[in-house]
């Protein structure tokens, strides 16, 4: 079975057996905020996945970074929409009076199915404080 992975903002069906990203966010100074995570489930049948144990690369220099236990509910462009599913949430906070450009990286270990071997997927998160 297909596994899928819910960036906060929407969906991205990953297709590779390993994966480097960049992601850009702009975030407010002096504000907590979500910059990402994903939601882990089969895409047929909407059952849980694993929640892989994502290392921090790289720490942010200008601000903390925090990896929290996320539900949501899946949406109206699923196969199940309102299920409840489980997954992580990215929050960084920037460091009081930040402006400017600071950076995190994540590595996530994913098997794609339970007989494929673990890639490793590097997500950058470039983050502008505004």
Same mark, same amino acid.
């Given at each position: 079975?297909?596994?899928?992975?819910?960036?906060?903002?929407?969906?991205?069906?990953?297709? $590779?057996?390993?994966?480097?990203?960049?992601?850009?966010?702009?975030?407010?100074?002096?504000?907590?905020?979500?910059?990402?995570?994903?939601?882990?489930?089969?895409?047929?049948?909407?059952?849980?996945?694993?929640?892989?144990?994502?290392?921090?690369?790289?720490?942010?220099?200008?601000?903390?970074?925090?990896?929290?236990?996320?539900?949501?509910?899946?949406?109206?462009?699923?196969?199940?929409? $309102?299920?409840?599913?489980?997954?992580?949430?990215?929050?960084?906070?920037?460091?009081?009076?930040?402006?400017?450009?600071?950076?995190?990286?994540?590595?996530?270990?994913?098997?794609?199915?339970?007989?494929?071997?673990?890639?490793?997927?590097?997500?950058?998160?470039?983050?502008?404080?505004?």
């Amino acid at each position: 079975m297909y596994r899928i992975i819910a960036v906060a903002a929407g969906l991205a069906l990953l297709t $590779g057996a390993a994966s480097a990203e960049t992601i850009e966010r702009t975030v407010k100074a002096n504000t907590v905020s979500a910059i990402g995570g994903f939601l882990g489930y089969e895409v047929d049948t909407c059952y849980p996945s694993n929640i892989p144990d994502v290392k921090v690369r790289q720490a942010p220099t200008n601000g903390t970074f925090q990896i929290r236990p996320h539900e949501q509910a899946l949406g109206k462009d699923t196969r199940c929409p $309102g299920t409840k599913v489980r997954g992580l949430a990215y929050v960084y906070t920037p460091k009081k009076g930040f402006k400017g450009m600071d950076e995190v990286v994540l590595d996530i270990p994913w098997s794609w199915n339970e007989v494929s071997p673990q890639a490793i997927m590097t997500h950058t998160y470039r983050i502008r404080v505004e």
